[in-house]
Protein backbone atom coordinates (compact mmCIF):
# COMPACT_ATOMS: atom_id res chain seq x y z
CA UNK A 1 0.00 0.00 0.00
CA UNK A 2 2.49 2.56 0.73
CA UNK A 3 4.90 1.54 -2.12
CA UNK A 4 1.67 1.81 -4.24
CA UNK A 5 1.57 5.65 -2.83
CA UNK A 6 5.29 6.32 -3.04
CA UNK A 7 5.19 4.68 -6.72
CA UNK A 8 2.26 7.36 -7.49
CA UNK A 9 4.52 10.37 -6.05
CA UNK A 10 7.30 9.41 -7.66
CA UNK A 11 5.55 9.03 -11.38
CA UNK A 12 4.39 12.51 -10.29
CA UNK A 13 7.86 13.90 -10.12
CA UNK A 14 9.08 12.33 -13.06
CA UNK A 15 6.69 13.81 -15.63
CA UNK A 16 7.35 17.23 -14.15
CA UNK A 17 10.99 16.54 -14.46
CA UNK A 18 9.95 15.30 -18.05
CA UNK A 19 7.91 18.89 -18.66
CA UNK A 20 10.52 20.66 -17.15
CA UNK A 21 13.28 19.07 -19.29
CA UNK A 22 11.11 19.61 -22.18
CA UNK A 23 10.15 23.57 -21.31
CA UNK A 24 13.68 24.39 -21.21
CA UNK A 25 14.31 22.93 -24.74
CA UNK A 26 11.29 24.74 -26.10
CA UNK A 27 12.65 28.31 -25.14
CA UNK A 28 14.76 27.54 -27.99
CA UNK A 29 12.77 28.72 -30.78
CA UNK A 30 12.62 27.50 -34.21
CA UNK A 31 10.26 29.76 -36.41
CA UNK A 32 12.52 32.88 -36.64
CA UNK A 33 14.27 34.84 -39.03
CA UNK A 34 17.98 36.31 -37.83
CA UNK A 35 18.38 39.95 -39.06
CA UNK A 36 21.92 41.66 -39.03
CA UNK A 37 22.28 45.38 -39.45
CA UNK A 38 25.25 46.53 -40.58
CA UNK A 39 26.51 50.30 -41.24
CA UNK A 40 28.69 51.56 -43.27
CA UNK A 41 29.47 55.53 -43.13
CA UNK A 42 30.70 56.62 -46.75
CA UNK A 43 31.50 59.51 -48.90
CA UNK A 44 31.48 59.14 -52.61
CA UNK A 45 30.62 55.66 -52.08
CA UNK A 46 34.11 54.59 -50.23
CA UNK A 47 33.88 53.84 -46.50
CA UNK A 48 35.46 56.71 -44.53
CA UNK A 49 38.54 57.13 -43.30
CA UNK A 50 38.94 59.01 -40.14
CA UNK A 51 41.71 61.74 -39.43
CA UNK A 52 43.82 61.47 -42.84
CA UNK A 53 41.23 61.29 -45.44
CA UNK A 54 40.46 64.91 -46.66
CA UNK A 55 36.81 65.64 -48.16
CA UNK A 56 35.14 68.17 -50.07
CA UNK A 57 31.44 69.12 -48.79
CA UNK A 58 29.05 70.64 -51.82
CA UNK A 59 30.83 74.11 -50.84
CA UNK A 60 33.37 73.08 -51.86
CA UNK A 61 34.91 73.39 -47.79
CA UNK A 62 37.50 70.99 -47.54
CA UNK A 63 37.05 68.85 -44.50
CA UNK A 64 38.50 65.82 -42.37
CA UNK A 65 36.73 63.82 -39.71
CA UNK A 66 38.17 62.74 -36.63
CA UNK A 67 35.16 61.70 -34.70
CA UNK A 68 31.64 60.38 -36.37
CA UNK A 69 28.82 58.76 -34.27
CA UNK A 70 25.25 58.29 -33.90
CA UNK A 71 22.72 56.43 -31.66
CA UNK A 72 20.55 53.91 -33.82
CA UNK A 73 17.62 52.95 -31.52
CA UNK A 74 14.22 51.66 -31.50
CA UNK A 75 14.58 49.58 -34.63
CA UNK A 76 11.58 47.65 -36.02
CA UNK A 77 10.54 45.79 -38.69
CA UNK A 78 7.13 46.76 -40.25
CA UNK A 79 4.23 45.20 -42.02
CA UNK A 80 0.52 46.05 -43.34
CA UNK A 81 -0.32 44.98 -40.12
CA UNK A 82 2.33 44.26 -37.22
CA UNK A 83 5.39 45.82 -35.63
CA UNK A 84 8.32 43.51 -34.23
CA UNK A 85 10.44 46.01 -31.99
CA UNK A 86 13.77 44.55 -31.56
CA UNK A 87 14.14 44.10 -27.51
CA UNK A 88 16.22 46.69 -25.67
CA UNK A 89 17.37 48.58 -28.99
CA UNK A 90 19.97 51.06 -28.28
CA UNK A 91 23.23 51.62 -30.45
CA UNK A 92 25.88 53.80 -30.36
CA UNK A 93 27.45 53.08 -34.19
CA UNK A 94 30.79 54.69 -33.39
CA UNK A 95 33.05 54.84 -36.77
CA UNK A 96 36.06 54.20 -34.26
CA UNK A 97 34.58 51.25 -33.35
CA UNK A 98 34.11 48.15 -36.21
CA UNK A 99 32.05 46.19 -33.34
CA UNK A 100 29.48 48.77 -33.09
CA UNK A 101 28.82 49.01 -36.64
CA UNK A 102 26.58 45.95 -36.64
CA UNK A 103 23.99 44.29 -34.84
CA UNK A 104 21.56 41.20 -35.29
CA UNK A 105 18.56 40.33 -33.40
CA UNK A 106 15.80 37.92 -34.58
CA UNK A 107 12.10 38.10 -35.58
CA UNK A 108 9.06 36.00 -36.43
CA UNK A 109 9.34 34.40 -39.81
CA UNK A 110 6.65 36.48 -41.89
CA UNK A 111 6.51 38.97 -44.05
CA UNK A 112 8.22 42.36 -43.38
CA UNK A 113 7.50 45.44 -46.03
CA UNK A 114 9.99 47.77 -44.02
CA UNK A 115 12.94 48.47 -41.45
CA UNK A 116 12.20 51.34 -39.14
CA UNK A 117 14.86 53.24 -36.36
CA UNK A 118 15.18 56.52 -34.89
CA UNK A 119 18.44 58.73 -35.19
CA UNK A 120 18.85 59.56 -32.00
CA UNK A 121 17.56 58.03 -28.24
CA UNK A 122 13.80 58.75 -27.83
CA UNK A 123 12.50 61.70 -25.61
CA UNK A 124 11.90 58.88 -22.28
CA UNK A 125 15.73 58.10 -22.14
CA UNK A 126 16.49 60.99 -21.81
CA UNK A 127 14.63 61.47 -18.79
CA UNK A 128 14.99 58.44 -16.81
CA UNK A 129 17.91 58.57 -15.08
CA UNK A 130 21.58 56.62 -15.59
CA UNK A 131 21.35 54.23 -17.90
CA UNK A 132 24.28 51.56 -19.11
CA UNK A 133 25.36 49.92 -22.06
CA UNK A 134 25.06 52.07 -25.36
CA UNK A 135 23.62 54.53 -23.47
CA UNK A 136 26.17 54.95 -20.44
CA UNK A 137 27.77 58.23 -20.04
CA UNK A 138 31.05 57.28 -20.16
CA UNK A 139 30.30 56.91 -23.84
CA UNK A 140 30.84 60.79 -24.04
CA UNK A 141 27.56 61.41 -25.34
CA UNK A 142 25.60 62.56 -22.72
CA UNK A 143 25.13 65.97 -21.74
CA UNK A 144 25.59 67.01 -18.21
CA UNK A 145 24.77 70.33 -17.83
CA UNK A 146 21.67 70.27 -20.23
CA UNK A 147 20.63 66.46 -19.21
CA UNK A 148 20.28 65.10 -22.59
CA UNK A 149 21.82 62.92 -25.11
CA UNK A 150 24.35 63.91 -27.66
CA UNK A 151 22.46 62.60 -30.67
CA UNK A 152 25.11 62.52 -33.66
CA UNK A 153 28.31 63.89 -33.62
CA UNK A 154 30.81 64.77 -35.82
CA UNK A 155 34.11 66.62 -35.48
CA UNK A 156 37.14 67.52 -37.69
CA UNK A 157 38.91 70.05 -39.10
CA UNK A 158 38.66 72.16 -42.19
CA UNK A 159 40.27 75.29 -43.58
CA UNK A 160 36.66 76.86 -44.04
CA UNK A 161 36.30 76.87 -40.50
CA UNK A 162 38.25 80.02 -38.45
CA UNK A 163 38.06 78.84 -35.02
CA UNK A 164 41.20 77.41 -33.13
CA UNK A 165 42.91 75.01 -35.02
CA UNK A 166 40.77 75.30 -37.81
CA UNK A 167 37.93 72.53 -36.01
CA UNK A 168 34.30 72.27 -36.68
CA UNK A 169 32.22 70.14 -34.19
CA UNK A 170 28.48 69.38 -34.70
CA UNK A 171 27.35 67.57 -31.36
CA UNK A 172 23.65 67.67 -32.61
CA UNK A 173 21.21 66.81 -29.81
CA UNK A 174 17.68 67.70 -27.99
CA UNK A 175 14.39 65.94 -27.59
CA UNK A 176 11.41 67.79 -26.95
CA UNK A 177 9.65 70.35 -28.40
CA UNK A 178 11.06 72.50 -31.50
CA UNK A 179 14.40 71.62 -31.07
CA UNK A 180 13.85 67.88 -31.33
CA UNK A 181 16.08 66.59 -33.64
CA UNK A 182 14.90 62.88 -33.05
CA UNK A 183 14.28 61.62 -36.83
CA UNK A 184 12.49 58.76 -37.60
CA UNK A 185 13.79 56.69 -40.91
CA UNK A 186 11.87 54.39 -42.61
CA UNK A 187 14.03 52.08 -45.41
CA UNK A 188 11.58 50.12 -47.56
CA UNK A 189 13.29 46.74 -48.12
CA UNK A 190 13.54 45.21 -52.00
CA UNK A 191 10.41 43.33 -53.01
CA UNK A 192 12.64 40.40 -53.24
CA UNK A 193 13.09 40.25 -50.02
CA UNK A 194 9.78 41.11 -47.94
CA UNK A 195 9.19 37.23 -46.91
CA UNK A 196 11.86 36.42 -43.81
CA UNK A 197 11.83 32.58 -43.45
CA UNK A 198 12.81 30.53 -40.28
CA UNK A 199 16.72 29.80 -39.53
CA UNK A 200 17.53 31.97 -42.43
CA UNK A 201 19.75 35.08 -41.83
CA UNK A 202 19.37 38.42 -43.84
CA UNK A 203 22.09 40.56 -43.33
CA UNK A 204 20.97 44.40 -44.42
CA UNK A 205 24.24 46.51 -45.35
CA UNK A 206 22.85 50.43 -45.14
CA UNK A 207 24.98 52.77 -46.51
CA UNK A 208 25.06 56.07 -44.06
CA UNK A 209 26.07 58.70 -46.91
CA UNK A 210 28.12 61.44 -44.44
CA UNK A 211 27.70 64.04 -47.11
CA UNK A 212 24.21 64.44 -47.00
CA UNK A 213 25.02 66.57 -43.86
CA UNK A 214 25.49 69.55 -45.43
CA UNK A 215 22.89 70.00 -47.85
CA UNK A 216 19.05 69.17 -48.45
CA UNK A 217 17.22 70.84 -47.13
CA UNK A 218 19.26 73.32 -45.34
CA UNK A 219 22.87 74.83 -46.14
CA UNK A 220 25.48 74.05 -44.07
CA UNK A 221 28.88 76.05 -44.53
CA UNK A 222 31.68 74.96 -42.19
CA UNK A 223 32.38 78.46 -42.83
CA UNK A 224 29.03 79.86 -41.39
CA UNK A 225 28.66 76.85 -38.30
CA UNK A 226 32.12 75.52 -37.56
CA UNK A 227 30.83 74.69 -34.04
CA UNK A 228 27.17 73.69 -33.12
CA UNK A 229 26.97 71.96 -29.63
CA UNK A 230 23.58 73.22 -28.26
CA UNK A 231 20.24 72.48 -28.96
CA UNK A 232 18.36 75.11 -31.34
CA UNK A 233 17.82 75.82 -34.97
CA UNK A 234 21.26 74.74 -36.53
CA UNK A 235 21.17 71.15 -34.76
CA UNK A 236 17.77 70.65 -35.76
CA UNK A 237 19.02 71.93 -39.40
CA UNK A 238 21.62 69.60 -39.69
CA UNK A 239 19.37 66.87 -38.07
CA UNK A 240 17.24 67.29 -41.07
CA UNK A 241 19.62 66.55 -43.48
CA UNK A 242 21.22 63.72 -42.21
CA UNK A 243 17.89 62.25 -41.97
CA UNK A 244 18.35 61.50 -45.28
CA UNK A 245 21.94 59.69 -45.08
CA UNK A 246 21.09 55.95 -44.91
CA UNK A 247 19.89 53.59 -47.79
CA UNK A 248 20.23 49.89 -48.35
CA UNK A 249 23.21 48.65 -50.09
CA UNK A 250 22.28 45.22 -50.54
CA UNK A 251 20.63 42.76 -48.86
CA UNK A 252 22.53 38.96 -47.93
CA UNK A 253 20.43 35.90 -47.81
CA UNK A 254 21.98 32.95 -46.04
CA UNK B 1 5.95 -3.45 10.06
CA UNK B 2 10.05 -2.77 10.31
CA UNK B 3 10.24 -3.91 6.36
CA UNK B 4 8.35 -1.42 5.54
CA UNK B 5 9.49 1.42 7.65
CA UNK B 6 13.02 0.37 6.38
CA UNK B 7 11.79 0.14 2.59
CA UNK B 8 9.84 3.52 3.33
CA UNK B 9 13.45 5.15 4.64
CA UNK B 10 14.45 4.06 1.02
CA UNK B 11 12.38 5.72 -0.75
CA UNK B 12 12.05 8.92 0.97
CA UNK B 13 15.93 8.92 -0.09
CA UNK B 14 15.20 8.85 -3.46
CA UNK B 15 12.31 11.38 -3.10
CA UNK B 16 14.27 13.89 -1.49
CA UNK B 17 16.98 13.14 -4.30
CA UNK B 18 13.85 13.63 -6.88
CA UNK B 19 13.03 16.77 -5.27
CA UNK B 20 16.49 18.29 -5.54
CA UNK B 21 16.55 17.75 -8.78
CA UNK B 22 13.77 19.54 -10.17
CA UNK B 23 14.32 22.23 -7.97
CA UNK B 24 18.14 22.49 -9.66
CA UNK B 25 16.44 22.17 -13.10
CA UNK B 26 13.39 24.85 -11.86
CA UNK B 27 16.49 27.00 -11.55
CA UNK B 28 18.13 25.84 -14.03
CA UNK B 29 15.49 27.44 -16.93
CA UNK B 30 16.05 30.83 -15.41
CA UNK B 31 19.22 30.94 -16.68
CA UNK B 32 18.76 34.06 -18.07
CA UNK B 33 17.98 36.00 -15.02
CA UNK B 34 21.36 34.50 -12.94
CA UNK B 35 19.62 37.24 -10.44
CA UNK B 36 17.11 35.09 -9.46
CA UNK B 37 19.80 32.46 -7.93
CA UNK B 38 21.07 34.77 -5.48
CA UNK B 39 19.11 35.10 -2.22
CA UNK B 40 17.79 38.92 -1.80
CA UNK B 41 19.83 39.82 0.76
CA UNK B 42 19.45 43.67 0.62
CA UNK B 43 17.65 45.91 3.20
CA UNK B 44 14.76 48.13 1.94
CA UNK B 45 14.47 51.15 3.25
CA UNK B 46 11.34 53.23 3.38
CA UNK B 47 11.29 56.87 2.13
CA UNK B 48 8.91 58.54 4.62
CA UNK B 49 7.13 61.30 3.70
CA UNK B 50 6.90 64.22 6.51
CA UNK B 51 3.05 64.71 7.58
CA UNK B 52 1.06 67.34 6.12
CA UNK B 53 4.24 67.44 2.92
CA UNK B 54 2.90 67.28 -0.51
CA UNK B 55 3.79 63.50 -2.52
CA UNK B 56 7.29 64.13 -4.06
CA UNK B 57 6.37 65.37 -7.95
CA UNK B 58 8.31 62.33 -8.91
CA UNK B 59 9.70 59.24 -7.67
CA UNK B 60 13.31 59.63 -7.81
CA UNK B 61 13.23 56.01 -6.58
CA UNK B 62 10.94 54.27 -8.68
CA UNK B 63 13.98 52.79 -10.54
CA UNK B 64 16.28 53.17 -8.16
CA UNK B 65 15.33 50.96 -5.13
CA UNK B 66 15.92 52.57 -2.03
CA UNK B 67 18.75 50.12 0.46
CA UNK B 68 20.36 50.67 3.41
CA UNK B 69 23.48 49.17 1.04
CA UNK B 70 22.81 51.22 -1.87
CA UNK B 71 22.59 53.97 0.00
CA UNK B 72 25.70 53.63 2.39
CA UNK B 73 27.44 52.92 -0.95
CA UNK B 74 26.13 56.30 -2.08
CA UNK B 75 27.43 57.81 1.36
CA UNK B 76 31.11 56.47 0.86
CA UNK B 77 31.32 57.64 -2.80
CA UNK B 78 29.80 61.41 -1.39
CA UNK B 79 32.53 61.46 0.72
CA UNK B 80 35.58 59.81 -1.48
CA UNK B 81 37.75 62.39 -3.39
CA UNK B 82 38.77 59.98 -5.14
CA UNK B 83 35.78 60.91 -7.92
CA UNK B 84 37.61 64.05 -8.64
CA UNK B 85 40.95 64.16 -10.77
CA UNK B 86 43.86 65.00 -8.47
CA UNK B 87 41.43 63.29 -5.34
CA UNK B 88 40.98 66.64 -3.37
CA UNK B 89 37.28 67.64 -4.24
CA UNK B 90 34.55 65.17 -2.48
CA UNK B 91 30.88 66.00 -3.48
CA UNK B 92 31.30 66.45 0.41
CA UNK B 93 33.68 69.22 -0.39
CA UNK B 94 31.39 71.68 -1.65
CA UNK B 95 28.75 70.19 0.14
CA UNK B 96 29.07 70.36 3.88
CA UNK B 97 26.43 68.91 5.95
CA UNK B 98 26.72 71.74 8.88
CA UNK B 99 26.59 74.40 5.97
CA UNK B 100 22.85 72.13 5.50
CA UNK B 101 25.44 70.64 1.98
CA UNK B 102 26.08 73.86 0.69
CA UNK B 103 29.70 75.51 0.97
CA UNK B 104 29.75 77.57 3.90
CA UNK B 105 31.01 81.06 3.47
CA UNK B 106 31.54 80.90 -0.18
CA UNK B 107 30.46 82.46 -2.72
CA UNK B 108 32.03 80.07 -5.01
CA UNK B 109 33.41 77.08 -4.68
CA UNK B 110 36.64 76.03 -5.21
CA UNK B 111 37.66 73.16 -7.81
CA UNK B 112 40.62 71.88 -9.57
CA UNK B 113 43.91 73.43 -9.93
CA UNK B 114 42.84 76.24 -7.65
CA UNK B 115 39.85 77.11 -9.79
CA UNK B 116 36.04 79.05 -9.32
CA UNK B 117 33.03 77.52 -9.79
CA UNK B 118 30.79 79.80 -11.72
CA UNK B 119 27.96 79.66 -9.22
CA UNK B 120 26.77 79.92 -5.20
CA UNK B 121 26.92 75.27 -4.01
CA UNK B 122 23.18 75.03 -3.34
CA UNK B 123 22.45 73.16 0.06
CA UNK B 124 21.05 69.41 -0.89
CA UNK B 125 17.52 68.26 1.13
CA UNK B 126 14.46 67.87 0.09
CA UNK B 127 15.51 66.71 -2.98
CA UNK B 128 12.70 64.60 -4.24
CA UNK B 129 10.31 66.99 -4.20
CA UNK B 130 12.43 68.59 -7.08
CA UNK B 131 11.42 67.92 -10.65
CA UNK B 132 15.06 69.57 -12.17
CA UNK B 133 18.52 70.46 -10.17
CA UNK B 134 20.92 73.02 -10.16
CA UNK B 135 20.56 76.48 -10.46
CA UNK B 136 19.03 76.97 -14.19
CA UNK B 137 17.36 73.46 -14.05
CA UNK B 138 19.68 71.86 -16.73
CA UNK B 139 19.60 68.77 -14.83
CA UNK B 140 16.58 66.51 -15.66
CA UNK B 141 17.37 63.71 -13.03
CA UNK B 142 19.25 63.24 -9.53
CA UNK B 143 20.51 60.06 -10.91
CA UNK B 144 22.58 61.98 -13.58
CA UNK B 145 23.49 65.21 -11.57
CA UNK B 146 26.38 63.85 -10.13
CA UNK B 147 28.43 63.54 -13.94
CA UNK B 148 28.14 67.50 -14.21
CA UNK B 149 30.11 68.42 -10.83
CA UNK B 150 32.40 65.18 -11.60
CA UNK B 151 33.39 65.94 -15.30
CA UNK B 152 33.66 69.60 -15.01
CA UNK B 153 36.88 71.11 -15.63
CA UNK B 154 36.79 73.58 -12.79
CA UNK B 155 34.78 71.31 -10.49
CA UNK B 156 36.19 67.76 -9.82
CA UNK B 157 37.49 67.74 -13.50
CA UNK B 158 37.70 63.45 -13.71
CA UNK B 159 35.72 61.36 -16.33
CA UNK B 160 33.23 58.44 -15.32
CA UNK B 161 36.19 55.68 -17.01
CA UNK B 162 39.03 56.74 -14.91
CA UNK B 163 36.80 56.63 -11.57
CA UNK B 164 35.25 53.41 -11.94
CA UNK B 165 39.26 52.22 -12.71
CA UNK B 166 39.64 53.77 -9.25
CA UNK B 167 36.79 52.27 -7.79
CA UNK B 168 37.52 49.02 -9.36
CA UNK B 169 40.57 48.65 -7.23
CA UNK B 170 39.62 49.24 -3.90
CA UNK B 171 38.18 45.92 -2.20
CA UNK B 172 35.85 47.81 -0.20
CA UNK B 173 34.18 49.08 -3.36
CA UNK B 174 34.10 45.84 -5.29
CA UNK B 175 32.22 44.56 -1.55
CA UNK B 176 29.87 47.43 -1.00
CA UNK B 177 28.79 46.83 -4.99
CA UNK B 178 27.77 43.23 -4.71
CA UNK B 179 26.13 43.68 -1.60
CA UNK B 180 23.91 46.71 -3.29
CA UNK B 181 23.34 45.17 -6.07
CA UNK B 182 24.22 41.57 -6.17
CA UNK B 183 26.26 41.55 -8.71
CA UNK B 184 29.68 42.66 -9.27
CA UNK B 185 29.59 44.67 -11.76
CA UNK B 186 30.89 48.10 -11.12
CA UNK B 187 29.74 50.31 -13.51
CA UNK B 188 28.28 54.36 -13.81
CA UNK B 189 24.80 52.94 -13.43
CA UNK B 190 25.31 51.74 -10.24
CA UNK B 191 27.68 54.21 -8.65
CA UNK B 192 25.27 57.10 -10.10
CA UNK B 193 22.14 55.51 -8.41
CA UNK B 194 23.69 55.16 -5.45
CA UNK B 195 24.96 58.83 -5.05
CA UNK B 196 21.20 59.71 -5.85
CA UNK B 197 20.14 56.83 -2.73
CA UNK B 198 22.04 58.88 -0.34
CA UNK B 199 21.72 62.59 -1.59
CA UNK B 200 17.61 61.53 -2.33
CA UNK B 201 17.25 60.29 1.15
CA UNK B 202 18.04 63.74 2.86
CA UNK B 203 14.82 65.01 4.29
CA UNK B 204 15.00 68.44 6.31
CA UNK B 205 11.38 68.97 8.09
CA UNK B 206 12.26 68.98 11.92
CA UNK B 207 13.09 73.23 12.40
CA UNK B 208 11.07 75.56 14.76
CA UNK B 209 9.26 76.33 12.70
CA UNK B 210 8.30 72.47 11.55
CA UNK B 211 7.63 71.91 15.79
CA UNK B 212 6.04 74.91 16.08
CA UNK B 213 3.45 73.61 13.33
CA UNK B 214 3.56 70.51 14.87
CA UNK B 215 2.24 72.19 18.09
CA UNK B 216 5.37 71.00 19.98
CA UNK B 217 6.98 74.69 20.12
CA UNK B 218 6.02 77.85 19.78
CA UNK B 219 7.29 81.65 18.12
CA UNK B 220 8.67 84.38 19.91
CA UNK B 221 7.07 87.58 19.31
CA UNK B 222 9.64 88.72 16.64
CA UNK B 223 9.42 85.35 15.14
CA UNK B 224 5.80 85.25 14.77
CA UNK B 225 5.81 88.98 13.74
CA UNK B 226 8.10 87.71 10.99
CA UNK B 227 5.83 85.19 9.85
CA UNK B 228 3.08 87.12 9.12
CA UNK B 229 5.36 89.30 7.11
CA UNK B 230 6.73 85.90 5.06
CA UNK B 231 3.42 85.34 4.50
CA UNK B 232 2.32 88.37 2.81
CA UNK B 233 5.67 89.47 1.02
CA UNK B 234 7.64 85.58 0.37
CA UNK B 235 5.11 82.67 0.45
CA UNK B 236 4.42 83.20 -2.70
CA UNK B 237 7.35 82.06 -3.90
CA UNK B 238 9.31 80.26 -0.72
CA UNK B 239 6.28 78.37 -0.84
CA UNK B 240 5.32 76.27 2.43
CA UNK B 241 5.98 73.59 3.32
CA UNK B 242 9.33 73.38 0.91
CA UNK B 243 10.10 77.43 1.04
CA UNK B 244 9.98 77.47 -2.87
CA UNK B 245 7.50 76.66 -5.85
CA UNK B 246 10.14 75.21 -7.96
CA UNK B 247 9.63 77.89 -10.19
CA UNK B 248 12.34 79.92 -12.17
CA UNK B 249 12.32 83.92 -11.62
CA UNK B 250 14.33 86.56 -12.41
CA UNK B 251 14.51 88.23 -8.71
CA UNK B 252 15.91 91.68 -9.94
CA UNK B 253 19.58 90.89 -9.34
CA UNK B 254 21.60 93.01 -11.83
CA UNK B 255 23.48 90.90 -14.64
CA UNK B 256 27.55 89.98 -13.65
CA UNK B 257 29.83 91.07 -15.92
CA UNK B 258 32.17 88.85 -15.50
CA UNK B 259 30.12 85.83 -15.17
CA UNK B 260 27.38 86.97 -17.88
CA UNK B 261 25.29 84.21 -16.13
CA UNK B 262 21.84 84.50 -17.73
CA UNK B 263 20.43 81.51 -15.80
CA UNK B 264 17.77 79.35 -17.24
CA UNK B 265 17.51 80.75 -20.60
CA UNK B 266 21.02 79.19 -21.27
CA UNK B 267 18.78 75.90 -20.83
CA UNK B 268 15.76 76.83 -22.48
CA UNK B 269 16.92 79.00 -25.10
CA UNK B 270 14.03 81.01 -24.68
CA UNK B 271 14.71 84.54 -24.07
CA UNK B 272 11.85 84.79 -21.80
CA UNK B 273 14.00 82.97 -19.73
CA UNK B 274 16.77 85.33 -19.15
CA UNK B 275 18.24 85.85 -15.57
CA UNK B 276 15.86 83.54 -14.06
CA UNK B 277 16.84 81.31 -11.80
CA UNK B 278 15.27 78.45 -9.22
CA UNK B 279 14.07 79.61 -5.92
CA UNK B 280 15.57 78.19 -3.83
CA UNK B 281 14.28 76.72 -0.43
CA UNK B 282 14.37 78.81 2.52
CA UNK B 283 14.86 76.01 4.82
CA UNK B 284 18.14 76.38 6.76
CA UNK B 285 19.10 79.28 5.13
CA UNK B 286 20.65 81.04 8.11
CA UNK B 287 23.70 78.12 7.36
CA UNK B 288 23.93 78.62 3.60
CA UNK B 289 25.16 82.06 3.77
CA UNK B 290 26.11 83.59 1.29
CA UNK B 291 23.25 83.97 -1.25
CA UNK B 292 21.82 84.44 -4.52
CA UNK B 293 23.15 81.97 -7.53
CA UNK B 294 26.42 83.77 -7.53
CA UNK B 295 26.78 84.23 -3.66
CA UNK B 296 26.66 88.21 -4.15
CA UNK B 297 24.84 88.74 -0.90
CA UNK B 298 26.47 87.77 2.44
CA UNK B 299 23.89 88.30 4.92
CA UNK B 300 20.09 87.60 5.12
CA UNK B 301 19.88 91.29 5.87
CA UNK B 302 21.44 92.28 2.93
CA UNK B 303 18.78 89.92 1.25
CA UNK B 304 16.10 91.62 2.68
CA UNK B 305 17.36 94.76 2.16
CA UNK B 306 17.66 93.81 -1.95
CA UNK B 307 14.04 93.42 -1.96
CA UNK B 308 13.66 96.22 0.03
CA UNK B 309 15.15 99.00 -2.24
CA UNK B 310 17.48 96.56 -4.52
CA UNK B 311 15.88 94.98 -7.42
CA UNK B 312 17.00 96.43 -10.81
CA UNK B 313 14.54 96.49 -13.64
CA UNK B 314 14.41 94.37 -16.75
CA UNK B 315 12.03 92.93 -19.64
CA UNK B 316 12.28 89.38 -17.51
CA UNK B 317 11.90 90.78 -13.64
CA UNK B 318 9.47 88.76 -11.36
CA UNK B 319 6.03 90.58 -11.69
CA UNK B 320 5.51 90.06 -8.05
CA UNK B 321 8.96 92.22 -7.71
CA UNK B 322 8.01 95.03 -9.46
CA UNK B 323 7.08 97.21 -6.37
CA UNK B 324 9.69 97.11 -3.34
CA UNK B 325 8.33 95.59 -0.11
CA UNK B 326 7.44 97.95 2.05
CA UNK B 327 8.67 97.38 5.46
CA UNK B 328 10.38 98.88 8.61
CA UNK B 329 14.17 98.46 9.08
CA UNK B 330 12.62 96.37 12.45
CA UNK B 331 10.31 94.58 10.63
CA UNK B 332 13.18 93.14 8.40
CA UNK B 333 15.08 92.19 11.66
CA UNK B 334 12.11 90.10 12.23
CA UNK B 335 11.46 88.29 9.18
CA UNK B 336 15.26 87.52 9.38
CA UNK B 337 14.26 85.83 13.20
CA UNK B 338 11.56 84.11 11.36
CA UNK B 339 14.13 82.52 8.93
CA UNK B 340 16.76 81.65 11.04
CA UNK B 341 13.53 79.07 12.41
CA UNK B 342 13.90 77.28 9.52
CA UNK B 343 17.28 75.83 10.94
CA UNK B 344 17.08 72.26 11.21
CA UNK B 345 19.79 71.33 13.51
CA UNK B 346 18.39 67.55 14.15
CA UNK B 347 18.92 67.45 9.89
CA UNK B 348 22.63 68.98 10.10
CA UNK B 349 24.02 66.72 12.78
CA UNK B 350 22.21 63.75 11.68
CA UNK B 351 25.12 61.01 11.72
CA UNK B 352 23.64 58.99 9.03
CA UNK B 353 24.64 61.78 6.88
CA UNK B 354 27.84 62.10 7.82
CA UNK B 355 31.36 60.94 6.58
CA UNK B 356 31.40 57.70 7.18
Excluded at chain 1, 125 to 154: E, I
Excluded at chain 2, 6 to 11: A, E, L
Excluded at chain 2, 237 to 249: A, I, M, N, V, W
Amino acid sequence: MINFKINKTLIVLITFLIFFISFNEAKIDTDEASIKIIFINTINNSRIVLNDSIYTNPFNEKYSISKLRYYISNVCLENASDTFKEHDSYHLIDESKEASQSFSFSVPEGRYNSLQFLIGVDSLHNVSGAQTDALDPANDMFWTWNSGYVMAKMEGNSPASKVVNNKYEFHIGGFSGQSSVLKEVVVNFPPATEVFKAKNTYTFIIDADINTWWQNPHDIKIADHPVITTPGINAKNISDNYANMFHIEKVITE
Amino acid sequence: MRRGIRMKKGQITILIFLFVATFTLLLGAGKKDRADLYINATTPLKFEIPAGWPKPSSNIFASNPLTEEGFQLGRKLFYDGRLSKDGNFACASCHQQFAAFSTYDHDLSHGFHDQFTTRNALPLFNLAWKRLYHWDGGVNHIEVQALSPMTAPNEMAENVDSVLLKLRKDTSYVRMFREAYESPLINSQGMLKAIAQFVGSMVSANSKYDKVKRGEDSFNNAEAHGYELFKAHCANCHKEPLFTDESYRNNGLALNDYLKDYGRMRITGDPADSLKFIVPSLRNVSVTFPYMHDGRLYSLYKVVDHYRKGIVQSATLDSSLQKPFNITDVERDELVYFLHTLKDTSFLKNKRFSQP
